[in-house]
Each structure stands twice: as structure tokens, then as C-alpha cells.
């Protein structure tokens, strides 16, 4: 990080809250930073504390992805970041450190949200506030296929039945 980033983040900071995610918490994984799929839970937390915080709130992305195409997927998905930096690293501890500095120079009070747990572990011992986002990538109950489905027949019998029963109702009828 150079001087000009490190005073940004103070200036930021020096409003109050800081509030600081980590880029998989807004974003289904995949290798190509085209094809991540925005998570809706973790935009919903995005678009919530947005508000709340006046906008003092930054991105950090583990991978190294071209920063142009980076800036279009933030862009495209309404992801409005005081500012963004690359950790290019997965190792817990030094995204800890990268991302302590990066507070430290926001000042105040400051948050971290992140999808990874030893990196929210690092970062409660250095007493940070922060949030572990668990999203799990599974099928949900309701969408599998070991329900039984209903046939195209037993739906139209089904339609067919109730505007019969409606039809028959009397106004009477509650």
C-alpha cells in the first residue's frame, strides 16, 4: 500500500466506523472474476450496513484479478466501496496483518466480515470486530429432487376443480 492509499483510509476513518469486506462474502466462488455470481445474502449485508455507515466501507480481494475487470463486476453489481485492495494471499495470518494495517490506518472504530474462519479467528485475537459469513453452496431442501413432483395432469385437475368449487359458492358462503 503506498502513503496516498494509507492517508485515504484515514481520512475515512476519521469519520467513524470503518467497515471493511472481504471480497468471497459478496461473491460465490469460481476462478474467473467474470463468473462469480454475487451472493444475495452477502449483498443484503452489503447494501444494509452501505446505508448505516455512510459508504465507509472497503473491499478486499484475496486473488490477484485484473483490476479493470475487478472495477466492472464491482460496478455491475451496485457494489459502491470507499476503496478496494488486493491481500494476494490466502494465508490467514498475513491476511490478518495485511487488512490490521489497513484498519489501523482507518482509525476508529472499524469491522471485518469475511467467509473464512482462521482469518476471523487472527483478527478477533487482535481485537478487531468481526463477522464470520457462513454461506453454504448446497441445494436447498424445498429445490431437490427427492420431493415428489406433482404431473402437469394433477395440476390442470387441480385448477379445473377449484374454479368448479368456485363457481358452485354462494355469496352466502364465508
Known amino acids: ?19 471493511v469486506f472481504n471480497f468471497d462474502v459478496l461473491a460465490r ?32 480481494v484475496n486473488e490477484e484479478y485484473r483490476t479493470d475487470l475487478f472495477e466492472v463486476w464491482l460496478k455491475i453489481n451496485g457494489v ?13 495470518v498475513l491476511k490478518s496483518e495485511k487488512i490490521q494495517i489497513l484498519l489501523a490506518a482507518a482509525g476508529g472504530h472499524s469491522m471485518y466480515l469475511d467467509t473464512d474462519p482462521p ?3 487472527h483478527m ?8 464470520l459469513v457462513c454461506q453454504p ?24 376443480r377449484q374454479a368448479v368449487l368456485k363457481s358452485e359458492k354462494t355469496w352466502r358462503e364465508h
Open 137 to 160: 453452496y448446497v441445494v436447498r431442501q424445498e429445490w431437490s429432487n427427492a420431493k415428489q413432483m406433482r404431473g402437469w395432469g394433477d395440476l390442470v385437475q387441480e385448477i379445473d
Open 80 to 92: 459502491k466501496a470507499a476503496m478496494y485492495d488486493v491481500l494476494d494471499t490466502n494465508d490467514p
Open 119 to 121: 482469518t476471523v479467528e
Open 29 to 60: 466462488p469460481h476462478d474467473e472474476i467474470s463468473s462469480r455470481v454475487p451472493d444475495p445474502e452477502g449483498m443484503y449485508l452489503w447494501k444494509s450496513l452501505h446505508e448505516s455507515s455512510i459508504g465507509r466501507m472497503a473491499v478486499v
Open 124 to 131: 478477533m485475537r487482535a481485537g478487531i470486530p468481526s463477522l
Open 1 to 19: 500500500m503506498d502513503v496516498v492509499w494509507l492517508h485515504l483510509v484515514a481520512f475515512l476513518g476519521a469519520y467513524g466506523l470503518m467497515i
